[in-house]
């Protein structure tokens, strides 16, 4: 009788204690900020928290956002945020102010890290069909949409533009709509241009309506312009396939590219370094998942860390989980043989002086 009693106590005990970890493990809410609803990173956000973190016993709410500024902002300051989305053109731009001695981009930047870079995202450059323009080294003096402020899109297109032109976008050329707005503006011949970054294939062209694609058409790099040899200092060459819009497009189309990267915050509390253990180590262990289920770009993504640039640093406790795991998922192969459009921004002030276009554009105004 005793034996029966102790027994069922024992039963009791292990089932209270696994109970105990399945609620521990439940504790663990988190959210990612991505991109806009239509974009190519809050896709990445739902696969990561489908085929990532929901295995790591992580619940992972993906946040829209404007873009990589907005989400540099909210994964430094908002509660709850333990990752985000970040074009690297962005990430650099807050390390150069930093270094150049402006307090709040490095206040806001020094205690980021870096999981891994993802893949390249493609920068269009949009016009009418009916536009002369047929290169993007002609967009000078043009009216132009280049993307919500917060969002990556205004930093690549604002820094893509003063490399080509050695100047700013004139302001009263400049229109800061969002990718939505930008198109319908495009089309109703409010702006000349529309820029726009996302990872092919993109949800904004292939959604659209086909009366409406048929109205619209991508510019092409000019390998000859003194312009693209400019560019080529910060961005990289692409091209927008065929394939990844086979219903519209008769022809591959080269433009520029810029790299994705998962961010998170330098953290030391023990629960949450535990958490972002198992999310690397599920990362790892996930990938074919990733790379078979997720949004395309998956396919571009390497397991691999690279040396980073100055000022840039990956976070430790999750770099030595990954190399750890991507060191035995290759030795096991080699094993087994195998928004709403908001105009020309008033003036805005930081520590009493006017904002630079950089400061606004990296929302550290108003601070």
């Given at each position: 009788?005793?034996?029966?009693?102790?027994?069922?106590?024992?039963?009791?005990?292990?089932?209270?204690?696994?109970?105990?970890a399945?609620?521990?493990s439940?504790?663990?809410?988190?959210?990612?900020?991505?991109?806009?609803?239509?974009?190519?990173?809050i896709?990445?956000g739902?696969?990561?928290?489908?085929?990532?973190?929901?295995?790591?016993?992580?619940d992972?709410?993906?946040?829209?956002?404007?873009?990589?500024?907005?989400?540099?902002?909210?994964?430094?300051?908002?509660?709850?945020?333990?990752?985000?989305?970040?074009?690297?053109d962005?990430?650099?731009?807050?390390?150069?102010?930093?270094?150049?001695?402006?307090?709040?981009?490095?206040?806001?930047?020094?205690?980021?890290r870096l999981?891994?870079?993802?893949?390249?995202?493609?920068?269009?450059?949009?016009?009418r069909?009916?536009?002369?323009?047929?290169?993007?080294?002609?967009?000078?003096?043009?009216?132009?949409?280049?993307?919500?402020?917060?969002?990556?899109?205004?930093?690549?297109?604002?820094?893509?533009?003063?490399?080509?032109?050695?100047?700013?976008?004139?302001?009263?050329?400049?229109?800061?709509?969002?990718?939505?707005?930008a198109l319908?503006?495009?089309?109703?011949?409010?702006?000349?241009?529309a820029?726009?970054?996302a990872?092919?294939?993109?949800?904004?062209f292939?959604?659209?309506?086909?009366?409406?694609?048929?109205?619209?058409r991508?510019?092409?790099?000019?390998?000859?312009?003194?312009?693209?040899?400019?560019?080529?200092?910060?961005?990289?060459?692409?091209?927008i396939?065929v394939?990844?819009?086979?219903n519209?497009?008769?022809?591959?189309?080269?433009?520029?590219?810029?790299?994705?990267?998962?961010?998170?915050?330098?953290?030391?509390?023990?629960?949450?370094?535990?958490?972002?253990?198992?999310?690397?180590?599920?990362?790892?262990?996930?990938?074919?998942?990733?790379?078979?289920?997720?949004h395309?770009?998956?396919?571009?993504?390497?397991?691999?860390?690279p040396?980073?640039?100055?000022?840039?640093?990956?976070?430790?406790p999750?770099?030595?989980?990954?190399?750890?795991?991507?060191?035995?998922?290759a030795?096991m192969?080699?094993?087994?043989?195998?928004?709403t459009?908001?105009?020309a921004?008033?003036?805005?002030?930081?520590?009493?002086?006017?904002?630079s276009?950089?400061?606004?554009?990296?929302?550290?105004c108003?601070?």
């Amino acid at each position: 009788m005793l034996k029966t009693i102790l027994a069922a106590l024992t039963g009791l005990g292990a089932l209270l204690f696994a109970t105990l970890a399945v609620a521990a493990s439940a504790d663990a809410h988190y959210r990612i900020v991505t991109g806009p609803e239509r974009g190519t990173y809050i896709q990445i956000g739902q696969d990561l928290a489908k085929w990532v973190a929901q295995p790591a016993g992580i619940d992972l709410e993906v946040i829209p956002s404007k873009g990589s500024a907005e989400n540099v902002q909210r994964m430094r300051f908002e509660p709850g945020v333990k990752l985000a989305l970040v074009q690297s053109d962005v990430y650099q731009a807050y390390v150069d102010m930093a270094n150049a001695g402006n307090e709040d981009a490095g206040t806001t930047i020094r205690p980021l890290r870096l999981i891994m870079p993802l893949y390249d995202e493609e920068i269009y450059f949009v016009v009418r069909s009916d536009s002369p323009m047929k290169s993007i080294n002609e967009i000078k003096d043009k009216v132009i949409s280049v993307g919500l402020i917060g969002s990556g899109t205004a930093q690549s297109a604002t820094t893509l533009y003063r490399l080509m032109f050695g100047e700013p976008i004139p302001e009263q050329n400049a229109q800061h709509l969002s990718n939505e707005d930008a198109l319908a503006a495009l089309i109703v011949k409010k702006i000349d241009v529309a820029i726009v970054v996302a990872g092919q294939p993109a949800k904004l062209f292939t959604d659209m309506n086909p009366d409406l694609l048929q109205q619209i058409r991508f510019l092409r790099v000019d390998p000859n312009a003194p312009e693209t040899a400019r560019a080529k200092q910060t961005y990289f060459p692409a091209t927008i396939h065929v394939s990844s819009y086979p219903n519209w497009l008769k022809e591959d189309v080269p433009t520029w590219t810029v790299k994705a990267f998962l961010v998170t915050y330098d953290y030391n509390l023990r629960g949450t370094v535990g958490n972002l253990k198992r999310f690397a180590d599920s990362l790892c262990e996930n990938f074919d998942n990733l790379q078979e289920h997720g949004h395309p770009k998956w396919k571009q993504v390497k397991l691999e860390l690279p040396a980073l640039g100055k000022g840039w640093q990956y976070y430790p406790p999750v770099e030595r989980r990954l190399k750890a795991c991507f060191a035995h998922r290759a030795a096991m192969q080699t094993a087994g043989g195998s928004a709403t459009p908001q105009g020309a921004a008033a003036t805005q002030k930081i520590n009493g002086r006017p904002c630079s276009d950089q400061e606004r554009l990296l929302l550290l105004c108003g601070k």
